[in-house]
């Protein structure tokens, strides 16, 4: 799990001149954290927020507790990060955070001249803050040319349960087809229950 080098900032300090020394001014707040303004790596906020999922870790007096950002400010016109909040998740109740999925290995249908798809890199997952893994990682090596992924398909701890239908498709093998119609046919019967558009 990604662990956030936030510091405590002193208020007294402009916000732009942190902001010229190559930090992010922000704040955070939780069931045992009282709101509390921080400061953290411009390069590592960007770096962070690049990545799918949104669960991360943060060490506090209190010891280590586990957050997401809940609210991300930009400047209008440059649109860099100004400012941003993390909320700390409760440890006795359950949480939804979105967590990234992994897919490992090269498809057999990749080597037999597919193409692998990924249509989704990221799930929504309910479960105790300490159970939520960091991802999901699926070795997809047996994928053949045709072949999808699902939700359904997952192996994934029985204290967790992931917010999207069984038959979301997280990644397909398509053959490789030159021609618009042969797409659409390949694509129709795979994508018809997804409000998403069809990939080229």
Known sequence: ????????????????????????????????????????????????????????????????????????????????????????????????????????????????????VVLKDSLNVYGMVEDIPEKIEENIKSLKIGETLTVDDLEIEEDIEIEEKDNTVIAVCRPPVKTDEEMVEFWKPILEPMPISIPS
Do not use: C
């Open 1 to 116: 799990m990604q662990l956030l080098h936030i510091k405590k900032r002193n208020k007294k300090r402009k916000a732009w001149e942190l902001r010229e020394n190559g930090f992010v001014p922000g704040s955070i707040y939780g069931k045992t954290i009282d709101s509390t303004p921080i400061r953290i790596p411009k390069k590592e906020l960007k770096t962070a927020l690049k990545e799918p999922g949104e669960l991360y870790k943060v060490e506090t007096v209190l010891g280590p507790r586990f957050v997401k950002f809940i609210d991300i400010h930009k400047d209008p016109v440059t649109r860099e990060i100004i400012h941003f909040s993390l909320v700390e998740l409760p440890r006795d109740r359950e949480n939804k955070v979105e967590i990234p999925v992994k897919l490992e290995g090269t498809p057999k249908g990749v080597k037999n001249g597919g193409v692998l």
